[in-house]
């Protein structure tokens, strides 16, 4: 990961995600490996307590442009690897990704919307795990946008750590590149939009509106060249979808499973940055003007060129040279969905319902 510096403050601006949007195999992972945040195995993470989301979800009153938005959803990550040389000297290597902040609508707490959590990808929230051989990670740290410099300050962002125990969910689909965990944050302080799982594109959707090959995309995420001295500063790309295998194909994660291949030219860094589809043109019901955008999934790595010119799954980390062949792997956002309603993600939730119940004071809001 990189040098982090900063994160988001004060103004109210609704902390959903709305873009208006219906308006209008060598796989490499895609982290970087430079001075930066970290944490350690699920094992032995203490469950930090859920939080429901700190803000309602309404559109803003001015809109802002989508890709304005679309940015704001994101945050950079860096993991802290500590690692062991063969004389025994112990050295902490970080690791940077993208994150971004998600909303599940939950109609128990029509106040605040839901419940916010933060997803990435495993690799990121475990280096190695592409490998099969997880690091012992020993701190993580996020950066957010603030709403306004601190006292005497001009930083726009601010980086704090989390610590090494973060609770971490990882589907039990082996080749699904997804970690997610609850996450809440001071939308006093910082400045963030959370994006709402209603527009994420389920399989069913993708069906119904004949997703195919060709299809405009667009994804942010960190930019390692430049992340930002005084603010965030997420990049934005574009592509299209190149394929959507109809059987499984290696994962970043050296498995067999179900991904899109998307012609956009990704980097270290933009591991678990959200890419959105655009679902505007000819459709079945006829032609949609303008942008109507659904999330696609999140960006997990590219397929890499090797000078015998085959295709593999690798990992992209800093230090490392090879060929990019322009494909970007994507998972589904369907299988986001999937881990955030599974019996455990539920679980949890239904003990915050239970404590709010007999509880004599608002829910935690997390940090």
Not at 27 to 47: D, Y
Not at 93 to 113: A, E, K, M, N, S
Not at 247 to 258: A, D, F, K, V
Request: with cysteine; aromatic share 8%; proline share 8%.
């Amino acid at each position: 990961m990189a040098q982090p510096k900063q994160v988001a403050k004060n103004t109210p601006i609704p902390s959903t995600f709305t873009l208006f949007l219906s308006a209008m195999i060598v796989v490499v992972a895609l982290m970087v490996s430079l001075p930066v945040f970290a944490q350690q195995p699920l094992a032995n993470s203490p469950q930090l307590p859920v939080s429901p989301a700190n803000a309602v979800a309404t559109p803003p009153a001015n809109s802002e442009p989508i890709m304005s938005q679309f940015k704001k959803t994101v945050i950079f990550l860096e993991t802290d690897c500590l690692t062991t040389s063969a004389d025994g000297s112990q050295t902490v290597t970080p690791y940077l990704g993208t994150g971004f902040l998600v909303l599940h609508h939950d109609d128990r707490f029509p106040q605040i919307g839901g419940f916010n959590y933060l997803v990435t990808n495993r690799h990121v929230a475990y280096p190695g795990a592409e490998n099969h051989s997880p690091c012992r990670v020993v701190d993580y740290k996020v950066r957010f946008n603030l709403r306004q410099p601190e006292t005497n300050g001009t930083a726009l962002s601010e980086a704090f750590s989390l610590g090494p125990n973060v609770p971490w969910s990882l589907s039990t689909d082996e080749s699904a590149d997804i970690a997610v965990t609850p996450f809440g944050v001071d939308e006093n302080k910082f400045s963030f939009l959370t994006f709402p799982t209603s527009l994420f594109l389920t399989d069913g959707q993708a069906k119904q509106n004949r997703v195919v090959e060709g299809d405009s995309v667009v994804f942010t995420g960190l930019f390692v060249q430049f992340l930002g001295q005084v603010k965030l500063e997420p990049i934005v790309r574009e592509g299209k979808i190149a394929m959507i295998p109809g059987e499984p194909i290696p994962t970043t994660l050296r498995s067999l499973g179900q991904v899109y291949l998307v012609d956009a030219h990704v980097f270290g860094g933009n591991s678990g940055s959200p890419i959105l589809v655009n679902l505007a043109g000819q459709r079945d019901n006829g032609l949609i003007a303008g942008m109507n955008y659904k999330l696609l999934g999140l960006v997990s790595g590219y397929v890499q060129e090797t000078s015998e010119l085959n295709l593999q799954p690798v990992a992209g980390y800093a230090g490392t040279v090879v060929a990019n062949s322009g494909i970007a792997i994507v998972v589904p956002a369907q299988q986001i969905l999937d881990l955030l309603e599974a019996p455990k993600m539920q679980e949890m939730r239904q003990q915050v319902v239970a404590n709010q119940a007999t509880a004599t004071s608002p829910l935690p809001i997390g940090r």
